[in-house]
């Protein structure tokens, strides 16, 4: 078992829809969350950033930890084509010797 | 790309041959990593490093080893490249304190091995 999971999709949404991401996740200990953003040929992007668990919100993006689950998310609102990208999340724990784990990433596209 | 480069950007080698990638670093950040990223497999972690001469070995290392001399450089070298060591590389960078472990990373180098 992956210490993360992620759907690849592709998953296909109109402009001005709200996307939902997901992770799934089977360690316990980790305790950073993160999701980054990664354009065709471009390194990734952090975008959000959560310690912990609860709730972040960065204007249209809302990332979403739910560790009682091993659950985390992130939000999309009134998504636009420049969101077209892949997202990957990621996680960490000061436990896991610095090493970060990452979702395979799903990618999205926005159709204007 | 918070201050990392990476060198090269592109790079077409042939089988059996040494290779060796740069990773340069201006924010005086202590952690640095090597990813390399294949579609179906996402990001997967080859080396990373904790500081200057010191490194570990990540989930795929296998064929690759690095070298850490100064805090800002941090090298990835193939010591006799294979075609499954075909791939995107990325270096990345973090700095670890109380409640902040992110990571940023390179713009990549495209690796290609005939």
């Known amino acids: 078992q992956k210490e993360v999971e992620q759907d690849p999709g592709p998953l296909s949404v109109p402009e001005g829809a709200i996307v939902s991401l997901n992770c799934t996740y089977s360690?316990?200990?980790?305790?950073?969350f993160m999701w980054y953003r990664q354009y065709s040929r471009k390194g990734p992007e952090l975008l959000m950033y959560?310690?912990?668990?609860g709730n972040k919100e960065d204007g249209r993006f809302t990332a979403q930890v739910d560790k009682s689950s091993k659950y985390i998310s992130l939000f999309i609102r009134d998504s636009q084509p420049s969101d077209s990208a892949t997202y990957l999340c990621?996680?960490?724990?000061?436990?896991?010797?610095?090493?970060?784990?990452f979702g395979t990433g799903t990618s999205l596209t926005v159709i204007p | 790309d918070a201050g990392i480069t990476q060198s090269p950007r592109h790079k077409v080698t042939e089988t059996g041959t040494p290779v060796t990638l740069r990773c340069h670093q201006t924010?005086?950040?202590?952690?640095m990593y090597w990813y390399r990223q294949d579609p179906g497999h996402g990001l997967r972690l080859i080396h990373y490093?904790?500081?200057?001469?010191?490194?570990d070995k990540g989930e795929v290392s296998d064929g690759y080893s690095v070298s850490r001399s100064k805090t800002e450089d941090f090298l990835l070298t193939l010591e006799s490249a294979t075609s499954s060591q075909t791939s995107v590389y990325f270096c990345?960078?973090?700095?670890?304190?109380?409640?902040?472990?992110?990571?940023?990373f390179g713009p990549g180098t495209r690796l290609t091995v005939t």
């Open positions: 990345a960078i973090s700095e670890s304190h109380r409640d902040t472990y992110e990571q940023y």
């Open positions: 959560t310690y912990s668990s």
């Open positions: 360690n316990s200990a980790f305790q950073y």
């Open positions: 924010e005086n950040h202590r952690y």
């Open positions: 490093s904790y500081g200057v001469k010191d490194t």
């Open positions: 990621a996680m960490s724990s000061p436990n896991t010797g610095n090493q970060f784990y």
